[in-house]
């Protein structure tokens, strides 16, 4: 059933979303296969320890057979996404600062899978201690884009217990799709994945939570989830960053996840979608996690949402699109406020790539700062409540603790304030680079 909230949550920004390279392209573009000659799957493409590769150059492997064995409990498994040989295993750039280890192999397009893959037909018979390890077997992290190791987040520190699972499909970020394609056409797999993960932690209540420019994707989610245990549809106002973990959770529930706090803290776990789908894959058919869909737009002749197998390379997906519709100034790796810009595009599609958007010189063009003029946007639109005027005075100084007391921490990185600021002050960038340094500072 549909239930309006009764709160949404202060601050927020709305971007453009359906003008120009926005999420107009795409939103009607259904979701299509592709695969590529070859693939370069990295073992970092998480939140955690990376894999330790277990296969050889030479080796035939095979679609699902693992290939990279987690290390620790918070690292996650790698398999094979396509059939075929392994003809390096090597140093290759992706989004980070540094090159991440890749299995690179030649897909032989037989498209044949592992044997001995072991599901367990239906997630509301399936014994709900086995759902976890099916999960962390799959290797699933959280493909909004956070990339959480899945069965670490369904996993709850002692003493807390998980009332609430909510499902984050408001798919609020700029130019992506994917989550409301796949609303559209795979509503089931999306709703018996929300119930596998209920079933795990042992929550009640479950909530498909969908932003009300999406009212073809709710109605859909509502039909599907008709006769299914606790769950329901929560229609959202379309706001950004409304689908960031704390701000749907005070949209849905009217709680507050203190500062420096978790979800589980006040009873509620956050999954999105695509992870929901996968999580239905595991547990029903035992298949781990080897492809996702992928919006691709922008400055490209077909804009699209791509099923892709993990690891295809960026400059692939590119020519699925039937290739770039003008000169390529940046890449970026998610939607246009909070993706990251790709070195170039030899980079792979990880678990978490939901989106690569081109954009041409005249969009990537950097604005030059200037002085703020005290006008208080970045105030009002924080959806944290937080003084970014004064957290970017503390990081100009070099002042780390008094940034840190200026709740830098509780910084969400949305953008919201970059956005509105007329002056194009760089704070999002700065707040991260403080974010980092203080992260730093305290492991050592």
Not at 91 to 116: H, K, S, T, Y
Not at 231 to 246: D, F, N
Request: proline fraction near 7%; include cysteine.
């Amino acid at each position: 059933m549909f239930c309006l909230p009764k709160s949404s949550f202060r601050g927020g920004v709305h971007p453009l979303h359906d003008i120009g390279g926005g999420k107009l392209p795409t939103r009607a573009e259904p979701i299509r296969a592709y695969s590529p000659d070859t693939v370069a799957i990295p073992m970092a493409m998480h939140l955690g320890a990376p894999a330790v590769p277990i296969v050889n150059k030479g080796d035939r492997v095979k679609i699902g057979q693992l290939i990279g064995e987690a290390q620790h409990p918070r690292s996650l498994a790698v398999h094979a996404s396509v059939s075929g040989e392994v003809i390096a295993i090597e140093q290759r750039m992706q989004l980070g600062a540094n090159p991440a280890l890749c299995v690179v192999i030649r897909n032989d397009f037989a498209d044949e899978w592992v044997d001995g893959l072991k599901g367990y037909g239906n997630v509301e018979e399936a014994d709900p201690a086995l759902i976890v390890p099916a999960i962390r077997d799959a290797g699933i992290c959280g493909m909004g884009g956070a990339t959480f190791p899945t069965h670490v987040k369904l996993t709850p520190p002692p003493g807390k217990q998980c009332n609430t699972v909510i499902l984050n499909a408001a798919e609020c970020e700029t130019h992506m799709t994917c989550d409301h394609r796949l609303m559209l056409e795979r509503p089931v797999k999306i709703i018996d994945g929300l119930r596998a993960a209920m079933r795990a932690v042992g929550a009640a209540r479950g909530v498909i939570a969908i932003e009300d420019n999406k009212p073809d994707a709710a109605k859909r989610m509502s039909e599907t989830a008709r006769g299914r245990k606790g769950v329901e549809v929560a229609m959202l106002r379309t706001k950004y960053p409304q689908g960031s973990e704390k701000q749907i959770i005070k949209a849905v529930t009217n709680r507050e996840v203190p500062s420096g706090g978790l979800p589980i803290d006040i009873g509620v776990i956050v999954i999105n979608v695509a992870t929901a789908a996968a999580i239905a894959d595991a547990v029903i058919d035992g298949r781990p996690l080897i492809s996702r869909i992928t919006t691709v737009t922008g400055h490209v002749k077909v804009p699209s949402n791509l099923e892709l197998p993990i690891g295809t390379v960026v400059q692939d997906a590119i020519t699925a699109c039937d290739g770039y519709s003008d000169a390529p100034a940046k890449i970026i790796m998610g939607g246009g406020m909070t993706g990251f810009c790709a070195h170039d595009d030899s980079i792979s599609i990880a678990k978490g790539s939901g989106g690569i958007v081109v954009l041409n010189e005249r969009e990537a063009a950097l604005v030059d700062e200037a002085p703020c003029i005290r006008c208080a946007r970045c105030v009002s639109t924080c959806p944290a409540g937080l003084n970014p005027y004064l957290i970017r005075r503390m990081c100009d100084r070099d002042d780390m603790d008094g940034a840190e007391q200026e709740h830098v921490m509780d910084c969400l990185l949305c953008g919201c304030c970059s956005y509105i600021c007329p002056a194009h002050r760089f704070l999002t960038a700065t707040f991260k680079i403080t974010k980092e340094r203080i992260a730093q500072s305290r492991r050592k």
